[in-house]
T-cell receptor, first 118, second 111 residues
Framework: NAGVTQTPKFRVLKTGQSMTLLCAQDMNHEYMYWYRQDPGMGLRLIHYSVGEGTTAKGEVPDGYNVSRLKKQNFLLGLESAAPSQTSVYFC?????????????????FGEGSRLTVL | GNSVTQMEGPVTLSEEAFLTINCTYTATGYPSLFWYVQYPGEGLQLLLKATKADDKGSNKGFEATYRKETTSFHLEKGSVQVSDSAVYFCALSVAGSKLTFGTGTRLQVTL
């Protein structure tokens, strides 16, 4: 089972360059999330989506944009990368709390994408 | 708001030692509580969960009991193995809403 797949797994950028991280899930989940993980700070939510065509800001949205054109995909974009965006990025998905199935908030994570901005 | 506080690591133990990782929370409403584990080079995966007060979650020899009176969800294991070396995250969710994570506790188990 593929679950949640992130590409690329590693990337090095120069300051000012742009890039897109792709997240794909095959579990038909409504909700998708992008987190960043930094030492001593745990996971912080960047943006999330509650369904195809919708996106919303999380804790740390500045400098990032997202799109959810298809239910199974959630893209995270950096238009002008900065060294402060050096991090490990995790995508996650979950069923909707309102889909009639008992959903206690469990998330399913991808393996992460390590981004370095020089 | 919702928050999770975990004990700072790293925690270093010898194999077969007893493990406790403390987790306390504040929440508006009645949360579900989770422990996630992140093995080196991998994403987070759910280790165990509890959805109401006094519930005990358990998996792979790990246990945690939802204590409403002390707002705690401490993770325990009676005898750790080298393969348990990982980062452990406590988290909560209220009414299926977005998860709130603690900062994580790194566990290192040595022979």
């Amino acid at each position: 089972n593929a679950g949640v797949t992130q590409t690329p797994k590693f990337r090095v950028l120069k300051t000012g360059q742009s890039m897109t991280l792709l997240c794909a899930q095959d579990m038909n989940h409504e909700y998708m999330y992008w987190y960043r993980q930094d030492p001593g700070m745990g996971l912080r939510l960047i943006h999330y989506s509650v369904g195809e065509g919708t996106t919303a800001k999380g804790e740390v949205p500045d400098g990032y944009n997202v799109s959810r054109l298809k239910k199974q995909n959630f893209l995270l974009g950096l238009e002008s990368a900065a060294p402060s965006q050096t991090s490990v990025y995790f995508c996650a998905s979950s069923p909707s709390p309102y889909d009639g199935i008992l959903n206690t908030g469990e998330l399913f994570f991808g393996e992460g994408s390590r981004l370095t901005v020089l | 708001g919702n928050s999770v506080t975990q004990m700072e690591g790293p925690v270093t133990l010898s194999e077969e030692a007893f493990l406790t990782i403390n987790c306390t929370y504040t929440a508006t409403g009645y949360p579900s509580l989770f422990w996630y584990v992140q093995y080196p080079g991998e994403g987070l995966q759910l280790l165990l969960k509890a959805t109401k007060a006094d519930d005990k979650g358990s998996n792979k020899g790990f246990e945690a009991t939802y204590r409403k009176e002390t707002t705690s969800f401490h993770l325990e294991k009676g005898s750790v193995q080298v393969s348990d070396s990982a980062v452990y995250f406590c988290a909560l969710s209220v009414a299926g809403s977005k998860l709130t994570f603690g900062t994580g506790t790194r566990l290192q188990v040595t022979l």
